[in-house]
């Protein structure tokens, strides 16, 4: 199994440019996640889908949509880049039917917008 | 979410045990504690969890203390190949399932 995997790995945008950041997951988990990481900060969760056709947003979800497009795929989406959003992007999956909370993250897209 | 407190930063020598502690002096009974750890630019990954009873797995050992407020991770023999900022999260299972990272310990495995 491949996991978690994410692309591109690095992207450089200009301020208002858009960009879609995929994500994809062959574990067959139900959940997945979005989390950004500025520089020698923790992960803050951006959005979350909990299952196929269901999205909520988590910790700083502004500037950012997202779409669950199968059960494999969840992409993230800056419509206007701004210098705010430059950061390391995770994307995450969890496996259905378990009690606690053990997450499975990609590689992480490093994008910067100048 | 119980708040978690841990030291910024340790060093450790290579071979040796390294023991990372995590204070959470407010955890309720329903939550677990969770170590992820997050190698330079990578992505974090799981390591180990528990409720109540200590707990071990191929990569680590966690004890959490009798009345549940503080725990340690243990890495029985470092290798520098476990340097690493280390991640104590306190969670109520399947409930939103969403991780909330504090700054963690840096850990340095030094030769």
């Known amino acids: 199994n491949a996991g978690v995997t994410q692309t591109p790995k690095f992207q450089v945008l200009k301020t208002g440019q858009s960009m879609t950041l995929q994500c994809a997951q062959d574990?067959?988990?139900?959940?997945m996640y979005w989390y950004r990481q500025d520089p020698g900060m923790g992960l803050r969760l951006i959005y979350y889908s909990a299952s196929e056709g269901t999205t909520d947003k988590g910790e700083v979800p502004n500037g950012y949509n997202v779409s669950r497009l199968n059960k494999r795929e969840f992409s993230l989406r800056l419509e206007s880049a701004a210098p705010s959003q430059t950061s390391v992007y995770f994307c995450a999956s969890r496996p259905q039917g378990v009690v606690t909370a053990e997450q499975y993250f990609g590689p992480g897209t490093r994008l910067t917008v100048t | 979410d119980a708040k978690t407190t841990q030291p910024t930063s340790m060093d450790c020598a290579e071979g040796r045990a390294a023991n990372l502690p995590c204070n959470h002096s407010t955890i309720s009974g329903n939550e677990y504690v969770y170590w992820y750890r997050q190698i330079h630019s990578q992505g974090p990954q799981y390591i180990i969890h528990?409720?109540?009873n200590n707990e071990t797995n191929e990569m680590a050992s966690l004890i959490i203390t009798e009345d549940r407020k503080s725990s340690t991770l243990i890495l029985p023999h470092a290798t520098l190949r476990d340097t690493a900022v280390y991640y104590c999260i306190v969670r109520v299972g399947n409930a939103g399932n969403m991780l909330t990272f504090g700054g963690g310990t840096r850990l340095m495995v030094k030769p």
């Open positions: 528990g409720l109540k």
């Open positions: 574990m067959n988990h139900n959940s």
